[in-house]
């Protein structure tokens, strides 16, 4: 039988898991993290168990916050094991796992007045967030803080009753102002061009709805550094559970499964202090810009390349898409010609070797990430991560042939059938306007492109206009497969 994840358990997992060398009854909170999901608990909470083990910062444990209801389930699991999550690290060719504890608490989910109180307190330097990147209230047309959203409009009317995470924010920052405490950082985990920049705009951008006196103190006195965060981490389902009780005998409520790699780049810029991360592997450096858009467009922009032909073809995993020769060779073809071109210099650090490191990381057949995984929230994602390449490229006067083919991919996938005439299940969270227009698309694929607030200035674009109605029509006319071989061939 499996032993069950608990502290008092440990001895007993050690026998076949690593543990953490530190007691959380000698932790204290230092961070209020919103978000406690998978990515979170892979990466953040993985560098401070790091330091822990070290012997050192251990005024810097974490307290989960969170604000939506899948936030109860997590926190729920989590309480029923003694805030512990078993890590399992997977590679081609072995498997470890290991139990972290940086966690001292989880505030119950959606109470303001105990996130307020626990913001508040002094010992609490710094509000960590990963909230997706469709949780920052962004307008996908203009990149810009959408301050017209219900839930902001919302909390403005509302200050001392804010639900949103925003909300929840500044209502901390102005309980601390008031009683004369320095303002805690604000540390964006999330993949966002610019996090820190973006969640400074949302902040200030809500205090500027209903005070703007203090929406200025907010930018002149808070600091938010931007940051870059990476590490493959699929979700956690019954075959994951399955997994590390078959494999390493525990018996966890949600573990985390990932691969071995890791990255965490950050600005240091931290008023009232912050772990030693430096000591277990993060990077600080002046400016994240180059890392982080190295990161966004080869990376993301890459499982976003073969996220949507997997989808249509119905492949499950995402290292059976690059078991696939035409999504492989379609992924290294935009890549090398399309998105690694146009990014720019990053310090000590070789493009094409980090492409290369891409493309092995998502062939790892141990990491069991899904392509519905990937295909997830493209209406956020495609902004973010695939058009800003296909502009740039335009205003360089050069071709987006496969990068307008992969913003057709989606919209050929969102019109929720795959190839073989599978139904596809709602993946966005603007999923019936997205079919609803996919399917529109079918014969007029300007009707996608009229998305203004997904395309913005694309949609009239004559060049990518083109290139996207050419690779719609022609998806609809021979299917995926066919497109993708003509597009390899240079006939597309």
């Not at 805030?83 to 505030?107: D, K, N, Y």
């Not at 805690?184 to 705009?201: A, E, L, R, Y």
Request: glycine letters at 8%; hydrophobic letters at 45%; one cysteine or more.
């Amino acid at each position: 039988m499996p032993t069950e994840l608990k502290a008092d358990n440990l001895e007993a997992i050690s026998r076949f898991a690593a543990v953490p060398r530190y007691r959380q009854s000698d932790l204290t909170a230092g961070i209020v993290h919103f978000g406690v999901g998978n990515f979170h608990r892979a990466h953040q909470a993985v560098y401070l168990d790091e330091l822990f083990n070290l012997g050192l910062d251990h005024d810097w444990a974490l307290i989960g916050a969170g604000t939506r209801d899948t936030d109860i389930a997590m926190r729920a699991a989590l309480e029923s094991q003694d805030w512990l999550t078993s890590v399992v690290e997977q590679e081609a060719a072995e498997s470890r796992v290991h139990v972290t504890a940086p966690m001292v608490g989880f505030l119950p989910v959606g109470d303001g007045a105990a996130i307020i109180a626990q913001l508040a307190d002094p010992a609490i330097r710094i509000v960590s967030l990963t909230i997706t990147e469709g949780g920052y209230y962004i307008d996908p047309a203009t990149q810009q803080f959408a301050a017209d959203h219900p839930d902001i409009v919302g909390d403005a009317r509302s200050p001392d009753a804010p639900r949103t995470v925003f909300g929840l924010i500044l209502a901390g920052l102005r309980r601390r102002h008031d009683a004369g405490i320095p303002p805690f950082t604000v540390m964006s985990c999330d993949n966002i061009p610019g996090n820190g920049h973006v969640t400074q705009n949302a902040v200030a951008g809500l205090a500027e709805l209903s005070d703007p006196a203090f929406a200025s103190w907010i930018r002149n006195s808070v600091a938010f550094p931007n940051g870059m965060v990476d590490r493959i981490t699929p979700a956690t389902g019954a075959r994951e559970r399955q997994l590390i009780a078959d494999e390493f005998g525990i018996a966890d409520r949600w573990p985390v499964f990932c691969e071995g790699f890791k990255q965490w780049v950050l600005e240091d810029r931290f008023p009232l202090g912050r772990p030693a991360l430096e000591k277990v592997g993060v990077q600080f450096v002046p400016d994240v810009a180059p890392f982080e858009l190295m990161k966004i467009r080869i990376l993301n922009g890459g499982h976003a390349t073969i996220a949507y032909p997997a989808g249509l073809l119905d492949i499950h995993f995402v290292h059976e898409a690059m078991e696939h020769p035409l999504i492989r060779a379609f992924l290294e073809k935009v890549e090398r010609e399309e998105i690694v071109p146009i990014v720019p210099p990053v310090p000590d650090t070789s493009l094409d070797d980090y492409y290369a490191l891409i493309e092995r990381r998502f062939a790892n057949p141990k990491i069991g990430d899904t392509i519905q995984r990937l295909c997830l929230d493209g209406s956020n994602r495609q902004p973010k991560f695939i058009l800003p390449s296909a502009r740039d490229r335009l205003a360089a006067g050069q071709s987006v042939t496969g990068l307008a083919l992969v913003s057709a991919l989606w919209a050929r996938y969102c019109y929720g059938e795959s190839d073989s005439g599978k139904p596809i299940p709602a993946n966005d969270p603007n999923w019936e306007r997205l079919t609803a227009q996919a399917r529109r698309a079918k014969d007029d694929p300007g009707a996608w492109l009229a998305m203004t607030d997904i395309f913005g200035d694309l949609s009239t674009n004559p060049a990518y206009v083109e290139a996207f109605t050419h690779a719609l029509g022609t998806l609809w006319q021979v299917g995926t497969s066919a497109t993708l071989t003509r597009y390899l061939a240079g006939q597309l």
